[in-house]
């Protein structure tokens, strides 16, 4: 691997193993490459998550150059007690360089609250989130550089650039990804028993009491199956159920679940193709969220870029695509992805929202 230059001197940097994690610092100006997740460790949680936020809201790259890419990163001007120093970020290889005596600004993790929340400039006042940040709702917010996020991204999915509300802990999203995730991998011991048993028949659609239009919720095909699905409950099901509350998205859930299986069900009838997994569900939930927040942006690997897309934009395209292939599979017998499903758990969701969204004071 070469040798890294410095941001500032353009001097070699040097590997340090510190007490945070690996680091890459200049011997010669003692100014420091960071990725978050080792910032998050040397710096407070919050801290680190406004920066990337104010690095996000910037509009152009007006900082030095990355050392890992080459491009010129985000500037992210901040005030210290009056005096102004500067931060860059680099979003596309998510590291942070910080000059000498930067890093001892930023607050440390557990260090008594200070009077004033640290202020990053925000270079798009009529954003939605400048209210956010200055109220504190960072905390909550959107990190790519670590978790389920990040791993989300990596596997091609859509993950949340802005985090549109803030609010208690989403228990009930949790819950259910992990009674989901359980009964899935507990089904993997004998897969092909429990689908026979439990999945979704369209030429059969009354089974068990009609109970098989909802628990192919909790049986997927496969580890990657269950992990894109799980991921995309993930970063949408926590901003709805602060929304409309755990018990409304419950009812959300198995309603675009069912209509998912019955819109698959009115393109195949007859077809004796099991159907499993919570897309049809969670379908329901992308709509939800999309109409509920129409300006919050997703983040996507294009090209190894992280790009912002609009969350409309990408509901249009992801429409598209299953309009499209369902048409293709009208009428035939053939596995693979039941599109029709997701189409069906969209249309439910589409109506959920206009019946539960408040409605406008006379």
Not at 9 to 28: E, S
Not at 124 to 140: D, K, T, V, Y
């Amino acid at each position: 691997m070469s040798e890294m230059p410095c941001p500032q001197c353009k001097k070699p940097l040097g590997r340090q193993n510190t007490t945070w994690g690996l680091a890459f610092r200049c011997q010669v100006c003692s100014g420091w490459l960071m990725a978050a997740p080792v910032l998050r460790r040397a710096a407070s949680e919050d801290a680190v998550q406004r920066l990337w936020i104010a690095a996000q809201q910037c509009a152009f790259n007006r900082g030095r150059m990355c050392s890992v890419c080459g491009i010129s990163m985000r500037l992210v001007p901040r005030t210290v007690s009056g005096a102004p120093c500067d931060f860059d970020v680099c979003v596309r290889c998510q590291v942070v360089w910080l000059d000498s005596g930067e890093l001892e600004l930023l607050p440390k993790e557990g260090a008594p609250a200070a009077t004033e929340a640290p202020q990053f400039t925000n270079t798009q006042p009529n954003s939605p989130w400048n209210a956010e940040m200055q109220s504190g709702g960072a905390r909550g917010a959107y990190n790519p550089l670590g978790g389920w996020r990040f791993m989300g991204a990596m596997l091609g999915m859509p993950v949340e650039m802005d985090q549109p509300t803030a609010g208690p802990k989403p228990v009930f999203t949790w819950m259910t990804i992990g009674i989901t995730s359980l009964v899935s991998l507990l089904a993997f011991g004998n897969l092909e028993a429990v689908i026979q048993a439990w999945a979704f028949f369209p030429a059969e659609p009354w089974r068990n009491g009609g109970l098989t239009l909802l628990t192919p919720f909790f049986i997927h095909g496969g580890f990657m199956h269950l992990v894109g699905n799980m991921l995309f409950l993930f970063a949408f099901g926590d901003n709805v159920e602060h929304r409309i509350g755990p018990m409304r998205l419950l009812l959300l859930l198995v309603v675009a679940t069912v209509a998912g299986n019955l819109a698959q069900m009115a393109l195949n009838p007859a077809s004796m193709i099991p159907l499993v997994g919570a897309s049809g569900g969670i379908s329901g939930v992308l709509v939800y969220y999309a109409l509920a927040f129409p300006k919050a942006r997703l983040g996507m690997f294009i090209f190894f870029h992280l790009m912002p897309v609009n969350i409309m934009i990408y509901l249009l395209f992801w429409v598209g695509m299953q309009f499209m292939t369902a048409a293709q599979q009208s009428g035939h017998e053939g596995g693979g992805v039941a599109w029709m499903a997701h189409l069906g758990g969209a249309g439910a969701g589409l109506v959920f929202f206009a019946l539960t969204r408040p409605q406008p004071r006379a």
